[in-house]
């Protein structure tokens, strides 16, 4: 069964304190890796797609790397506008009609 | 820019009332998506459209139905809403071709409360 398992399920910092985030998956064939940061009450806002092991990308302070079995969210230097819970959804490659599987997310909260 | 775009921020409806939820996208997309959000579930698929006038369900289809007579244009639909539906609803585009295939671009959501 495929499935995406996020960890930790939350993470508290100062700001400044750099730190990682997890996302673990088992699907058939990935064919995709997505990261998304959500604020309280609104939609998940797309940050990044991983397509192959060895991949990065980076944007201001996030970093997503990709491995085989999981991809990392590195976020440098953290500051208070950081906070946010952040999503992790893969595609599998069986998958021709964009369905994603969503992990249930880490809480990041960054104290000035 | 993606823009999807959701015609209620928060609604209030009444238990056996009929609800539609509407969702806009402008990206020409072929593919849209309505989830619901609740806290410890996570995000929960109910339906997807890949194409106009074609539906497939998702994990909790029950009690709710979709239509997508344009492209751009998907609906939610409760048909007699029930306490439990109360919840964040999520609707989601996106392209199957091309440099960013697959990523899902998110509306702004709609709190629905049913009393």
Known sequence: ?112 | DVKVTQSSRYLVKRTGEKVFLECVQDMDHENMFWYRQDPGLGLRLIYFSYDVKMKEKGDIPEGYSVSREKKERFSLILESASTNQTSMYLCASSSSWGQGRDTQYFGPGTRLTVL
């Open chain 1, 1 to 112: 069964e495929d499935q995406v398992t996020q960890s930790p399920e939350a993470l508290r910092l100062q700001e400044g304190e750099s730190s990682s985030l997890n996302c673990s998956y088992t699907v058939s064939g990935l064919r995709g890796l997505f990261w998304y940061r959500q604020d309280p009450g609104k939609g998940p806002e797309f940050l990044f797609t991983l397509y192959s092991a060895g991949e990065e990308k980076e944007k201001e302070r996030l970093k997503a790397t990709l491995t085989k079995k999981e991809s990392f969210l590195h976020i440098t230097a953290p500051k208070p506008e950081d906070s946010a819970t952040y999503l992790c959804a893969v595609q599998a490659g069986s998958s021709n009609t964009g369905k994603l599987i969503f992990g249930q997310g880490t809480t990041l909260q960054v104290k000035p």
